[in-house]
């Protein structure tokens, strides 16, 4: 089983910049890809990006594209979500979520997920 903490979560302007961190443990060897999604208030969760963790090939939603970059440090089981430009849509709740498959845009393919970290983007 693999564990996901979630960091770096915060209170910014429009405009602004915060740059999201995802520490896995456990068994990392069977997670074959990793994620981010978010869910607003009242909202289902949404895909935000992706990223396979062999290739590092990723995918994006429309609406964070160009705005946000996922990364991962295989050496520290790590992966992050760089978000610029960060507007009030983008507040949510941000989990990261790890699959044992290929990366995907369903929630549903993904087994493990952090506890969350909220961002609140005001206007």
């Known amino acids: 089983q693999v564990q996901l903490v979630e960091s770096g979560g915060g209170l910014v302007q429009a405009g602004d910049s915060l740059k999201l961190s995802c520490a896995a443990s456990?068994?990392?060897?069977?997670?074959?890809?990793m994620g981010w999604f978010r869910q607003a208030p009242g909202e289902e969760r949404e895909f935000v990006a992706s990223i396979s963790w062999t290739d590092t090939t990723t995918d994006y939603a429309d609406s964070v594209k160009g705005r946000f970059t996922i990364s991962r440090d295989k050496a520290k089981n790590t992966i992050y979500l760089q978000m610029n430009n960060l507007e009030p849509e983008d507040t949510a709740i941000y989990f990261c979520?790890?699959?044992?498959?290929?990366?995907?845009?369903?929630?549903?393919?993904?087994?493990?997920w952090g506890p969350g970290t909220q961002v609140t983007v005001s206007s």
């Open positions: 456990g068994r990392t060897s069977s997670s074959h890809a």
């Open positions: 979520a790890a699959s044992l498959d290929r990366a995907t845009r369903s929630s549903v393919d993904y087994g493990s």
